[in-house]
Every structure is written in C-alpha cells, then in structure tokens.
C-alpha cells in the first residue's frame, strides 16, 4: 500500500525537494515492506507536507539509502582502472578522515529528526536543480574564485580537457566557488566559451561538453567564507549522496585572502569520506619569514601531503623530461658531473606579448619566476638519482640541492627593469624599481657540482620568448684538431640544449668534418624536433599538474622543507634591494636586457649565447 500526502514524488537523494511527474507515469509498487512508487521508470517515495516533511527527514535519509543501495548499480568511470587506481590507492592514510562505511545505516536518535534539515539548504533552494542521482561522483573539484581570470582561461579548461580525454571520472562534480550572486547556468554560461576539445580527436565534442557543464555547480559564498564553505560543503555532500567521493580544492584567490579560505575550508568542507587535496598558486609568501609563517598556518589546518603547491612553468613538457633524459639514458648520466660539464645556463625570456599585472608589481620577478621555476629546474637539474620515482624521493633529493647552494653575493647578481615604450620613464604598472629582469650565478657546494656555474637568465619585455636549459661541456684536453677549429674555440664546445619555446627541442652540438678536400670542422646540431617526430596536441601545462594531483604525484610540487630552502638562497638578495645595496638597471623595452649580465657571464669565463 502506498502513503501518498500529495503528487509530489521523491528521487533517492539528499534533496528535500521535490519534481513533479505526470500522474500516468506512476504506478505503484512495493519493496522491503517500505510504501514506493516508479516515476518515469525510477523508484521514489511518496512524501508531502513541509512541517511534516522537515520531522521526518532522519527517518526519509535512511529509507532512501537502503532504496538506493538496492536499486541502483553504480556506473563505471570511462576509463575504469585508471580511477580505480588513481582514487582509492593514491591516497595515504595521511589524507583521509575517518571512512564511513557506505552499506552501514544512518540511524538519527528521535531528538534530532528536525534538526538534521540544513537551513542553508532549505534557504537557498540549492536542491532545485534536477540531476542524475544514479551518478553519484567519486571525485569532487572545488575551484575557489571560480570568476577570476585565471580559473576562466586556465583552470576549467584544463579540466574539461581531462574530462574530455578521459582523465577525470565521468560522474565527477566540478564546483565555482565565488563572492558573485549567480546560478549554475550563469557559471556554466561564463565558462563554456572558454571550453575547446582536442584538436586531434573531435569525437563527441558537444555531447562531452554538455555533459561536463551539467555537472558543473556554483556556489555564492558571499564574505563570510565561514558560511560559504559550510554551502560549499552542504552542496558538495548534496550532489555526492553519502558515497564514498575524494575531494580536491583549487584555491585561485589573491594571497591576503588565502589564510581565511583555508582555516574555514579546513573546517567546514573537507569529507570524512575520502582524501582532500588542497592546490595553493604562488607566491607561496614574500621572503622567508612571511613564508615559514604561512607554513606553519597550513600545517596547522592541513598535512603535508595534502598540500600542492602549484607553479603552472613546471608542468611544461621540458621539466618532466629532464629526469627522464638523465636517469634513462646511458649516455648522459656518466657525464652528469663537474668533471665534463663547464656550466649549465637556465634561460627565461618574455617578450613584448607578455605584460605584468597587478599581481606582479607587488612581488616582482624573483618571487614570481625565480624562487619556483628557475630554482625547482635547478634542483631537478642536479640532484643525486633518487631511490625511486615516487614524489617523496624526488623530493628528498631536491632538497639536498637547494640546501647546497651557496650564499648568492649580490655581486653575482644583476637586476633591471624595462622602460616604458614611450620613453625613459620606468612602466607606471610597477611599484617603485621593481625588478622584471634577473641574472645571477648559482654556485653547488657538493662533491658532483663543485665549482660549476648555473648561471639564471630571465626576464620580462626582451627581443623574444624563450624557454630553454644549456649544459655546455668542457673542451677536450689535448684536442688534437685544435688549429682545425680556428681561434674560439668555446664555439666548438659539445652543448646538449634543452628548447621548451620557441620550438620545443633537444640538440645536441656535436664538432664533425665538413664534406669535400681538407680538413675544415664545424659546430653542427643533431636535433629532435618535437612537431617533427609527434604529431599530438602538447597538454597545456595546468593539464598535466592537476592530473598530477588527482594521481598523488607531488614529485612538481614544491614540499614546506623546499620552499623554506628556496627562501634561504634568495632572501639576502630580496634584503639588499630593500636596502637600496643593488642597483637596477633599466633596459629598452624588445632589447636584450641589462648589459651588466654579459659582464657576468664574461666574470665567470662563460661565453654569452644568443642563440
């Protein structure tokens, strides 16, 4: 017999609504003695009244859990295995809460019927949006800031290009969390026009995208982040319907708010049913002590290996091939040392294209470039081979390297800073003589790098954008075709050049006989031109390290032991600019930078390369 107080039928959910269903499309049935009906081919409860309803909501939770354990077969991830591995076994124990066990039975004593209803649900209707609850999410992404620039034009393309790739579950829940008072479809509308699908494979492009944009929620938190991340929360648990869902939260959010977000996100909306990773942008603070402060204050809230630390120039193809190139190759490793490598140069060139914002007035480009990129290459670069290739010995090894570097003097530093196109007056975007060009000599205090170079080239509004590592070798001792090379002879020095832009590239100069009568050489290159050999679509950067974090691999990102090192090497540096000790230089905009940093390549006896 079925209990019916109005035509207003219930899907298995968290949801407290109710969608209206044609009255010919139910016919009744029974099961486990509990009164039902199917709608539209799917099993619901009869239930009506409010003041009703809200007493017997413990009571509906637990009807709807045994209904739907029984009557619904949860879908399989496209890509099955993957997930299985990447979900349930990357995480430690270290990032989970306590498991709840999904077949148990939610039991609510009868004192707290009425106060299991959320307000803020019933407040803010967050259950009016109908969805598929045969779809219950295993995994849940939280990008917060949902409308600023970069989780626009970075972020949600990035995951939809996971998801259309079948790298992220097709039953997950993607959530904008955001101060804007504006609904699913208006999120879903401001996003959709940055969303592509791969340009080597079309296949289904619409129907993917239409299903990633209905499965994409959001959420206004409004200025109190307390209450927000509770609605946040509040409709994650709504969408996951008491499954067993991992959680990841994106913080895109300027850093004097990210304090705030993380003490009330630790609070009120991690689960208790899975791991929760959190993904912090740079800067990760201003000079080692405001950064030692900010560490001590996620871990406080957070567990180390919760924490990503995100710098998107990490995840080029370039950084992950390095340690490919040195540990799978026979012919690098032996040479991996001081004893035939003369110097190794880190070069990063923005052109006229590339503009700084506000963001990057108040930090310049040591904090921005420098203290992540340039010296997590470095470290990657020249660590010891690890025992393995799991995050933590990568990471173990790093370290060790940045803890080697030695004391940078400020006389082994060159800063400058562009000119404003229109004349000598510096760009009024920047504050004061902030720098946006730097140049500096690393020097590695180990027994492999001891005395050599690792000269730093990077800079904002140079001739040409360029990304690449030169690890030049030493001449060959006794050369007996000396007189044949002419009179420089560091152009006839072996060079393998790692080229991540303009064209992504691995070279290798090599000295050999020019064809014909005589004996004349030349610096020749043996090239492997990436958009010659493979013809694929490259994964933007963003792409590659939120798959890391999905996967649990935090070899990219930076650990609370390396960002403090990475401080020590540069807050004397950041010291002396405060006291006005180095000078910087000004640079004509689309020029070739400072002209003190050819004096301190020629210092060191290192050959200026251009090209």
């Not at 929360?233 to 850093?255: D, W």
């Not at 992950?320 to 140069?345: A, G, K």
């Amino acid at each position: 017999m079925s209990v019916s107080f109005s035509s207003t039928s219930l899907p298995f959910s968290e949801s407290s609504f109710a969608f209206q269903r044609p009255p010919h499309l139910c016919s009744k049935v029974a099961s486990n003695n509990f009164p039902s009906v199917t709608c539209g081919g799917r099993l619901a409860l009869n239930v009506g009244g409010t003041s009703l309803c809200r007493r017997f909501r413990g009571f509906k939770l637990w009807v709807l859990e045994r209904l739907n354990s029984q009557f619904q077969s949860p879908k399989q991830p496209k890509n099955r295995i993957r997930f299985e591995n990447n979900l349930e076994n990357s995480g430690s124990s270290n990032e989970k809460g306590p498991l709840s066990d999904s077949s148990s039975i939610l039991r609510v004593p009868d004192d707290k019927l009425t106060s299991m209803e959320s307000p803020s649900l019933l407040q803010t209707g967050l259950s009016a949006t109908p969805m598929d609850v045969s779809r219950k999410p295993s995994l849940c992404i939280s990008v917060i800031g949902a409308t600023g620039e970069l989780a626009k034009s970075k972020i949600f393309p990035a995951l939809f290009a996971l998801y259309y790739s079948g790298f992220l579950p097709e039953d997950v829940g993607i959530f904008g969390y955001s101060r804007k008072d504006i609904t699913d479809e208006d999120l879903r509308s401001i996003i959709a026009s940055t969303l592509t699908c791969r340009v080597d494979h079309q296949e289904n492009c619409v129907d993917k995208l239409d299903a990633f944009l209905s499965r994409t929620y959001h959420i206004n938190g409004g200025y109190d982040n307390k209450y927000g991340m509770s609605m946040l929360n509040a409709r994650m648990e709504q969408i996951e319907g008491g499954s067993k869902t991992n959680r990841i939260f994106y913080l895109s959010v300027p850093q004097e708010a990210v304090l705030d977000v993380t003490a009330c996100l630790s609070s009120s909306a991690q689960t208790q049913k899975g791991w929760n990773r959190i993904i912090f942008e740079k800067p990760f603070g201003f000079d080692a002590l405001s950064s030692f402060r900010m560490t001590q204050y996620l871990l406080s809230n957070f567990e180390e290996k919760q924490i990503y630390r995100i710098d998107h120039l990490l995840g080029r193809n370039l950084i992950e091939n390095l340690t490919v190139l040195r540990f799978s190759n026979l012919v690098f490793e032996p040479l991996w040392s001081r004893t035939y490598i003369d110097n190794v140069q880190v070069i990063l060139s923005e052109d006229l294209t590339k503009h700084p914002g506000r963001y990057f007035s108040g930090y310049g480009i040591i904090r921005d470039i420098v203290h992540s990129h340039i010296l997590q290459t470095i470290a990657l670069l020249a660590m010891e081979p690890p025992v393995s290739l799991d995050g933590e010995d990568i990471r173990n090894e790093k370290v060790k390297v940045l803890r080697s570097i030695r004391k940078l003097e400020p006389k082994d530093v060159i800063l400058g800073q562009y000119k404003a196109s229109g004349g000598a007056k510096v760009d009024t975007c920047l504050n004061g003589l902030t720098p946006t060009y730097f140049a500096a000599a690393l020097y590695i205090d180990n027994a492999r790098w001891d005395g050599v170079p690792f000269f730093i080239k990077t800079g904002l509004g140079l001739i040409k954008h360029q990304m690449e590592i030169r690890i030049q070798f030493r001449n060959v001792p006794g050369n007996v075709y000396r007189e044949c090379m002419g009179h420089n002879m560091d152009r006839a020095v072996n060079e393998l050049i790692l080229r991540d832009v303009p064209d992504e590239a691995i070279l290798v100069r090599v000295n050999n006989k020019v064809p014909g009568l005589g004996l004349q050489l030349d610096s020749s290159e043996l090239n492997l031109l990436y958009k010659d050999k493979y013809n694929m679509e490259v994964p933007d950067s963003y792409e590659q390290l939120l798959l890391d974090v999905i996967d649990g691999d935090n070899h990219l990102f930076m650990r609370s032991d390396e960002l403090e090192a990475a401080w020590n090497i540069l807050t004397p540096i950041l010291n002396e600019i405060d006291k006005d000790n180095i000078s910087v230089e000004l640079y004509e905009m689309g020029g070739r930078g400072p002209v003190g940093a050819y004096y301190l390549w020629a210092k060191h006896g290192v050959r200026w390369v251009e090209d």
